[in-house]
């Protein structure tokens, strides 16, 4: 197997490490398998994004209302962010709860968020491109977002420098007042 699978304190969240091989020249290893990857899903990958963010950009926290919800593989292939995933599943007893890990090119880790949960991190170096795979497509009309600095959820972010936010995620709702997952 090319891939160890790590639990995080919300079950459905892991953290995915792949093989990597490296020698003189450099590295190599699967970034996706999908017969490695079915022990944590049997979804259908079917877009690829890339962002790039300077140091203390916050993105997020970013989701999709079903039917055109989205799981996501995220991992950093430039630099190093703080990746969050927060559980907005009203019926899951970690309704509202986090879980944060450091992504980065150095450590090529890699976050499963599945469908029900919302998404976000801020670029922890001077430049910062991450990756991720989406089991669907984006769908303007079902997009969601939470204010990525909600007392509520207390996310404990690494900033070092004052945030810098699109005007979209600065106006995004607050926890309670969001539109969420049943």
């Given amino acids: 197997m ?15 490490e792949p093989k990597v091989f490296g020698d003189a020249r450099g590295f190599f290893m699967e970034s996706w398998n999908k017969k490695d990857f079915a022990q944590v899903t049997n979804l259908n990958f079917v877009q ?4 790039r963010s300077k140091k203390g950009v916050v993105r997020g926290l970013h989701f999709q209302l079903p039917p055109h919800a989205q799981a996501k593989l995220v991992r950093c292939v430039v630099g190093s962010i703080f990746d969050v995933a927060v559980d907005i ?3 899951s007893p970690t309704f509202g709860q986090w879980v944060g890990v450091e992504l980065s090119a150095e450590n090529k880790k890699q976050l499963w968020i599945p469908e029900g949960f919302a998404h976000g991190f801020v670029a922890l170096t001077d430049y910062a491109e991450v990756f991720y795979k989406t089991n669907e497509y984006w769908h303007k009309e079902s997009e969601g977002s939470i204010r990525w600095d909600d007392p509520t959820l207390n996310i404990q972010w690494p900033l070092d420098v004052n945030p810098c936010l699109s005007e979209k995620d600065a ?8 539109i969420l997952f049943d």
């Fill in 2 to 16: 090319a891939i160890s699978i790590s639990e995080t304190k919300i079950n459905e969240i892991k953290i995915i």
């Fill in 171 to 178: 106006a995004a709702p607050f926890f309670k007042d969001a």
């Fill in 48 to 51: 690829d994004n890339q962002s």
């Fill in 89 to 91: 599943r009203r019926s």
